[in-house]
């Protein structure tokens, strides 16, 4: 299965970096979200993408939209990154790959690397825009302005 734009989000749960279990229900089909796939805690692009979305934070949640980034780290791994650099938003464990078979992220560079996805959902819990690129700078950018777009 693969999410393409249009479609309805389903119903997903997953470990946080509490390690408590986080459930779409409580906030898919309430507000818009971002949730973004990346591929691991602690390097270089995946550093700067979560420090750039920390940075924009509050920019979002002005919007009305919520954050979620998803990785296949541990939640061990995920408390560690989050303290770290401060992130207020929620991130999530996905260990046995689940939510990026469910959403259809995949590898890049020759199945070496998790791919790094972001996908925009409106209140409505639907996909309105996808956007696939190993360049961790230019999620953010593009995550808002879609975010504006959609609730201005």
Do not use: W
């Amino acid at each position: 299965m693969s999410l393409k734009i249009g479609d309805i989000v389903p119903n997903f749960a997953s470990k946080d970096s509490r390690g408590e279990i986080f459930e779409s229900r409580n906030v898919l089909g309430r507000k818009p979200l971002v949730i973004y796939f990346y591929p691991k805690d602690n390097t270089p692009g995946c550093t700067t993408e979560a420090c750039s979305f920390r940075d924009q934070y509050e920019d979002f949640k002005e919007l009305g939209a919520e954050v979620i980034g998803i990785s296949s780290d541990s939640v061990k791994s995920h408390q560690k990154f989050a303290k770290k650099y401060e992130l207020p938003f929620v991130l999530l464990s996905d260990q046995d790959k689940k939510l990026r078979h469910l959403f259809g992220v995949r590898d890049n560079l020759f199945g070496l690397l998790p791919g790094r996805v972001t996908y925009i959902i409106d209140r409505n819990g639907v996909v309105i825009y996808i956007f696939d690129s190993m360049n961790a700078a230019k999620h953010i950018s593009k995550a808002l302005k879609t975010i504006k777009e959609l609730v201005l």
